[in-house]
């Protein structure tokens, strides 16, 4: 059965009022997500991976050159749909209960993961992504180039912020600082990284 592209959690224009354009996701969802589905079918059809999950598909072609192009689209599939959760009308700001105790016990202070992870997504040279993650029981934030993700790391994803060009240029042209404070106090789904933590 071919690989889907999970539908948006909200509609293309819910994250207009913070500033995360109706434009944005015709492109960033509807071509270049979708294009990422539509090349890993190609790339796994009549093969073996055809018929596995996404996950394992990512953690069985990662490091291996000869599937690179699968790698790169699976895990871009998995990326996008983990991101585009990340995020909710109404979002940003700090978050409560378990997560909020954790993340003061690891990173010292809420302000402290943020300038974390703002420095993660800023200092990411070229394409990538900003992650915050659980690692052996410990909240980290991480960086990865390209399509690279925390699962072939034995990390836990908790939440991530795609900092390809693409995902910025329409609504903040080369202002990627703005993009990833605007997504710390505007759109973060602290619902869902919790929700993550606890399963
Ligand atoms: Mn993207």
Do not use: C
Request: hydrophobic share 45%; proline share 5%.
């Amino acid at each position: 059965m071919p690989f889907t592209q999970a539908p948006l959690p909200y509609d293309f224009g819910a994250l207009e009022a913070h500033n995360m354009s109706a434009k944005t996701f015709e492109f960033h969802f509807g071509k270049h997500h979708a294009a990422y589905v539509t090349n890993l079918n190609n790339l796994v059809k009549d093969t073996p991976m055809a018929d596995m999950s996404l996950e394992d598909v990512i953690k069985a072609s990662y490091g291996d050159a000869s599937k690179a192009g699968i790698f790169n689209n699976a895990a871009q599939v998995w990326n996008h749909s983990f991101f585009w959760n990340s995020m909710k009308s109404g979002g940003g700001g700090a978050p409560t209960g378990d997560l909020a105790a954790k993340i003061d016990s690891d990173f010292g202070s809420f302000d402290a993961f943020k300038e974390a992870f703002k420095t993660a997504a800023a200092t990411q040279f070229g394409s990538g992504w900003a992650w915050l993650v659980l690692e052996n029981g410990t909240l980290k934030v991480t960086k990865t180039p390209n399509a690279e993700n925390p699962l072939v790391h034995g990390q836990k994803p908790l939440l991530t912020l795609d900092v390809w060009e693409h995902a910025y240029y329409l609504d903040f042209q080369n202002r990627r600082p703005d993009f990833i404070t605007n997504f710390l106090d505007q759109l973060v789904n602290w619902d869902f990284a919790a929700q993550n933590m606890a399963a």
